[in-house]
Structures are given as structure tokens and as C-alpha cells.
């Protein structure tokens, strides 16, 4: 089991929050303290069932504390600390039950703010982009479009973040500590070095377009003293409304090493969007995706190509069902998950059926994603309090 160190964290959030009955005046009037506990319980049962039957059962248990303080004329501070608890039991064929765990941190930040400026430092989910199946810009974060919980892991940094009145942005960040893979990292970033980038998103007609760098120094083990790799990736995105949304989403990185014979990365997204006009409306989102390595920029490279496709049709207030198919140019291979999800104040539980190839090549570095390869079905339930 790996445990990281949350308690000082929590303790410097805990001692920020304590003298909670007073308030403060700001310029919109009379601000109060405030301070919530809660979080989530999740718990999921997975089989295949195109072989022997091998279930898996997890339990995620996700406490959380939130506090909100005013600090000063129009300035607010405010925080989050949360601990993600996991542990898992499966029943492999012809072997004992095996078991799993981890504890760890899954969010600390405290953060200073206005309605136009926030400094936010600490673990915390930093994740932009317009694509929704496929994200070349997922630098940050392991969303995976089939989670029905939207988990994901953070990074420890401090992001700054102005806000225009035109509805421009900008965005600075700084990581460090940071020493497992994210998205589509082709190795882990050297976690004593710090990481640095920033982003520029401006409206554009009836849209808007961002550019985004991001430099770190990647961790190749015992070769990184020789090499000393540096990395830069460089990504631009857009997203309109032209009757049908319209969106792109591309990154090219550059992997400064004499390791790897194709040093260049370049991925990207062309995705179409649109609620058709049936029953209570059928949301539609199209996406085409590419990503390939070359030993140059803009030369031909390998890779794969997958185009996606995810509808959602809601049967009520609190049902709606889902499906969501990709398809592989390479291998000629069908993904398909068709899912139905019941959600009330509290309480949300989905039922995903799932048929794949028996080895998964979309969604490699999430975690999890291996467990939906071939038939099977998966049973998840999320408690909110």
C-alpha cells in the first residue's frame, strides 16, 4: 500500500479554518466563513464474459474538506483537501483472491482569488482543451470519457489565472514533485526538477482559440545523468458554435534526448457536435484523432488513428443512457460501451455493458483502462455527502 503525506496538509487547512464565526464586509457586502465536510463513496464490480468469469470489486473512499475566508475588498481565500482510499479484490482463474490498495492525496491547494484573478497552489486538477473523447492537450490529468465518476489524479504546482472582461484568459503554472506518466506521456517527468508553462485563450468570432506550452525535464532512470532529456510541447485548440460545434484540438511535442530515434510526438483532434431535435434531444459528438511519432517536426511518422463516436439521450430527470464507440484504422478493431445512469441528489449508479478487443490499445496510460478489454459488464455506485 503507498501512503503519501496528507495530514500536514489537512492540518494547515484545519488550522486556516478555525476562528469560523466571524465574517468580513467586501465591497458586495457582508462575506461569511464557511467550512464543508464531505466527499465520496464509490464502489464497482467488474467481470469479463467472454471467458472464464474473473470478477473484480473496488471500494473508493474520498473524504473532503472545503473552507472559504474573506480576505479583504473583494479578495477571497479558500481551500480544499481531500484523500483518495482505494482497495480492490479480484478472483483470477485457477489462482487465490488477490488484493490491492493505495492511499493517497487527492486534492490540497489553498487559493487566493477575485472575480477576475486567482492564485491557486497545491494538488489540484489542472486540465484545459476542447476535445471530449480524445485530448492531445491531457497533460495534466487521466479523464477518461467512459468513467461515469470523472476521477482523476492531480499535480502538485501553483497556476495563475487572469480573467479579461472580453472573456480572454491567461494562465501560468509551475510544477514540481510531479513523478508518474499523465496522458499520453511518453515517460514520467523528472520529479525534482520544476515544470513550467502557460496558456493564452482569446474569443475568435463565435468561439475561441488558445495556444499552450508546457517545458519539463523527463526521467529516464539510469539514463537520465547521460542525456539530461528536456521536453517542449506546444498545443493550439479551438471551439466554435456555426449551427453544429465545431472543434480542434492539437499538440506537438519535442523530446530533447539522444534516447529516442523519433523525438517528435504530434497528435490532434477534429470533433463535431450537435443536439438533434428527438424526443427530449439526442446529443451527438464526433471525433476524429491521430497521434504519430516522427524524427522530424512535420515529417511522416508511425502511430494510429481512431475516429469516436458518443451519443447521450436522457430518458428523464435522472436517467439517461449513453453510448460510446471508437473505432481503429490500424487494427480494423470496434470499441463499444453502452451505459444507462440514474443520478439523484446523493446517489448515482451506472450499469456499463462493454464488448473490445481483447487487447486494448486506445486510453493506454489511464489507469483501469486495461480491466475493459473483450466482454463484460461493470456495476458502479457513487455515494455524495
Known amino acids: 500500500m503507498r501512503i503519501r503525506p496528507v495530514l500536514p496538509l489537512f492540518a494547515l487547512v484545519l488550522?486556516?479554518?478555525?476562528?469560523?464565526?466571524?465574517?468580513?464586509?467586501?465591497?458586495?457586502?457582508?462575506?461569511?466563513?464557511?467550512?464543508?465536510?464531505?466527499?465520496?463513496?464509490?464502489?464497482?464490480?467488474?467481470?469479463?464474459?467472454?471467458?472464464?468469469?474473473?470478477?473484480?470489486?473496488?471500494l473508493r473512499a474520498i473524504p473532503e474538506l472545503k473552507f472559504t475566508l474573506p480576505a479583504g475588498r473583494a479578495w477571497t481565500f479558500d481551500g480544499e483537501a481531500s484523500a483518495n482510499a482505494y482497495g480492490s479484490l479480484a478472483f483470477p482463474r485457477g489462482a487465490s483472491a488477490a488484493t490491492?490498495?493505495?492511499?493517497?492525496?487527492?486534492?490540497?491547494?489553498?487559493?487566493?482569488?477575485?472575480?477576475?484573478?486567482?492564485?491557486r497552489v497545491g494538488l489540484q486538477k489542472l486540465s484545459f482543451g476542447s476535445a471530449t473523447l480524445f485530448r492531445p492537450l491531457m497533460w495534466f490529468d487521466g479523464l477518461d470519457p467512459r468513467d461515469p465518476l470523472q476521477l482523476t489524479d492531480g499535480v502538485y504546482a501553483l497556476l495563475l489565472r487572469y480573467y479579461a472582461p472580453s472573456n480572454a484568459n491567461v494562465?501560468?503554472?509551475?510544477?514540481?514533485?510531479?513523478d508518474e506518466r499523465r496522458g499520453w506521456d511518453i515517460a514520467p517527468s523528472a520529479a525534482r526538477t520544476p515544470e513550467f508553462g502557460g496558456r493564452i485563450q482569446l474569443p475568435l468570432f463565435k468561439g475561441e482559440i488558445a495556444a499552450t506550452y508546457h517545458h519539463r525535464k523527463t526521467d529516464y532512470d539510469s539514463f537520465t545523468p547521460v542525456y539530461d532529456p528536456q521536453e517542449d510541447r506546444f498545443g493550439l485548440d479551438g471551439k466554435w458554435d456555426i449551427g453544429v460545434g465545431l472543434s480542434f484540438e492539437a499538440a506537438l511535442v519535442h523530446e530533447r534526448t539522444g534516447l529516442i530515434k523519433a523525438p517528435y510526438q504530434r497528435a490532434y483532434t477534429v470533433g463535431l457536435d450537435y443536439t438533434f431535435?428527438?424526443?427530449?434531444?439526442?446529443?451527438?459528438?464526433?471525433?476524429?484523432?491521430?497521434?504519430?511519432?516522427?524524427?522530424?517536426?512535420?515529417?511522416?511518422?508511425?502511430?494510429?488513428?481512431?475516429?469516436?463516436?458518443?451519443?447521450?439521450?436522457p430518458l428523464g430527470l435522472r436517467d439517461e443512457i449513453?453510448?460510446?464507440?471508437?473505432?481503429?484504422?490500424?487494427?480494423?478493431?470496434?470499441?463499444?460501451?453502452?451505459?444507462?445512469?440514474h443520478t439523484t441528489d446523493a446517489l448515482t449508479m451506472s450499469a456499463i455493458v462493454y464488448w473490445n478487443p481483447a487487447e486494448l490499445l486506445v486510453f493506454q496510460g489511464l489507469p483501469g483502462s486495461g480491466t475493459l478489454a473483450g466482454t463484460g459488464l461493470e456495476l458502479v455506485i457513487g455515494y455524495y455527502f
Open 15 to 58: 488550522a486556516s479554518t478555525y476562528p469560523l464565526a466571524s465574517s468580513a464586509q467586501t465591497a458586495d457586502g457582508p462575506a461569511k466563513s464557511s467550512l464543508s465536510l464531505g466527499g465520496m463513496i464509490a464502489g464497482a464490480a467488474l467481470s469479463r464474459l467472454d471467458t472464464a468469469v474473473e470478477p473484480l470489486f473496488s
Open 100 to 119: 490491492d490498495g493505495a492511499l493517497k492525496p487527492y486534492r490540497a491547494w489553498l487559493r487566493l482569488s477575485t472575480s477576475r484573478f486567482e492564485a
Open 171 to 178: 494562465w501560468a503554472w509551475g510544477l514540481i514533485g510531479n
Open 277 to 313: 431535435g428527438i424526443g427530449r434531444g439526442l446529443t451527438a459528438v464526433a471525433e476524429h484523432f491521430r497521434i504519430a511519432s516522427s524524427t522530424g517536426a512535420f515529417t511522416p511518422g508511425f502511430g494510429f488513428s481512431f475516429t469516436g463516436l458518443l451519443l447521450r439521450y
Open 322 to 341: 449513453s453510448g460510446i464507440f471508437f473505432y481503429d484504422w490500424d487494427r480494423r478493431d470496434t470499441y463499444r460501451f453502452v451505459s444507462w445512469k
